[in-house]
């Protein structure tokens, strides 16, 4: 079956969102950010956080993200890179990269010091695969 995400009818919101049919999901949710729309953004959130497969080292997470922590375990964080490599204080950076997962596209998330070898992870992965 389809995702769906089902809103309290508004007229003002149908009118609204008939002008942004099309776009992706990441978009949605951050015009709604940006216009108020909190229903329909959590409930992006929240369809969101029901795709997410792997999440590991959460400690490791509060290490890097220490109060921001919940907000990197957000699916709305991947927002947070403006480009597929960003660094995070001085030791740490992050990674976005497109990825097949059972063959359905996906975006991977990485992050960690930047002393690890992201070079054989990223070969560990494809090896895998």
Do not use: H, W
Not at 14 to 42: A, H, P, Y
Not at 50 to 64: G, V
Not at 95 to 122: P, Q, T
Request: glycine share 6%; with cysteine.
């Amino acid at each position: 079956s389809e995702d769906e995400i089902a809103l309290k009818f508004n007229s003002k919101v149908e009118k609204f969102l008939s002008n942004l049919i099309g776009i992706d999901l990441d978009r949605l949710e951050l015009t709604c950010m940006q216009v108020g729309l909190n229903e329909l953004r959590n409930k992006i959130a929240e369809l969101k956080r029901t795709k997410i497969r792997f999440l590991e080292n959460e400690k490791i997470a509060l290490e890097i993200f220490g109060e921001s922590f919940k907000n990197a375990l957000s699916p709305s964080f991947e927002m947070v890179f403006d480009s597929n490599l960003v660094f995070f204080g001085e030791n740490y950076l992050g990674m976005k990269l497109g990825v097949n997962f059972e063959g359905k596209e996906a975006k991977m998330l990485c992050a960690g010091s930047i002393y690890n070898d992201y070079e054989r992870f990223l070969n560990n992965l494809k090896e895998a695969a």
